[in-house]
């Protein structure tokens, strides 16, 4: 079963506009990673925030993440066209070693 | 760095077929990773290597798959015989040693069965 449940499966917005998506999880975790995909395309790692950390930022993406809550979300500021694509959260729990188990995604679409 | 290599980018084949998956991944990382990727079931972990020794192969649907790791710079998803609904992309990603790091993903092979 997936860990990583995204939230919401797909939103659309205005170039110019903040999005925002959320991941809920189930177990403990060593770290949590979101990654981008581009239609037809594989993965692409943006960011990834261990379980003592709390935000993380990288250019225009801002990571939280709530432990007591099992919950992480994705800002990414100024959306642009460009930013369409498939974006998936991904947990590694501290019982799995190093294995990353993925959500189902959110599918972001940016109107230009 | 050239990235993860994934050999074919796109298999035709016909029902009761070998297919084979190609994978170089990138110098240095000690982790290989072969996911499949479906509308219905999304990203599922296939089996991971550690230092070319597979870990956990819980995720193999079945005895038809297969995969191997003879060096650190090479792996192998076999299918054999291959069957319509292991139709899906299939992904492999490596990364480094660590807890800090992130996978770094191929391209991706689709495969149709038909």
């Known amino acids: 079963s997936q860990q990583g449940e995204e939230d919401p499966q797909a939103l659309s917005i205005q170039e110019g506009e903040n999005a925002t998506m959320n991941c809920s999880y189930k177990t403990s975790i060593n770290n949590l990673q979101w990654y981008r995909q581009n239609s037809g395309r594989g993965l692409v790692h943006l960011i990834l925030i261990r379980s003592n950390e709390r935000e993380k930022h990288s250019g225009r993406l801002r990571v939280t993440l709530d432990t007591s809550k099992k919950s992480s979300s994705l800002l990414i500021t100024a959306s642009r066209a460009a930013d369409t694509a498939s974006y998936f959260c991904?947990?590694?729990?501290?019982?799995?070693?190093?294995?990353?188990?993925f959500g189902e995604g959110t599918q972001l679409t940016v109107n230009p | 760095d050239a990235g993860v290599i994934q050999s074919p980018r796109h298999e035709v084949t016909e029902m009761g077929q070998e297919v084979t998956l190609r994978c170089k991944p990138i110098s240095g990382h000690d982790y290989l990773f072969w996911y499949r990727q479906t509308m219905m079931r999304g990203l599922e972990l296939l089996i991971y290597?550690?230092?070319?020794?597979?870990?956990?192969d819980s995720g193999m649907p079945e005895d038809r798959f297969s995969a191997k790791m003879p060096n650190a710079s090479f792996s192998t998803l076999k299918i054999q015989p291959s069957e319509p609904r292991d139709s899906a992309v299939y992904f492999c990603?490596?990364?480094?040693?660590?807890?800090?790091?992130?996978?770094?993903f191929g391209s991706g092979t689709r495969l149709t069965v038909v």
């Open positions: 991904a947990t590694m729990r501290e019982t799995s070693g190093s294995r990353l188990t």
């Open positions: 990603a490596s990364r480094r040693t660590g807890f800090n790091y992130g996978y770094t």
């Open positions: 290597f550690n230092n070319n020794v597979p870990i956990d």
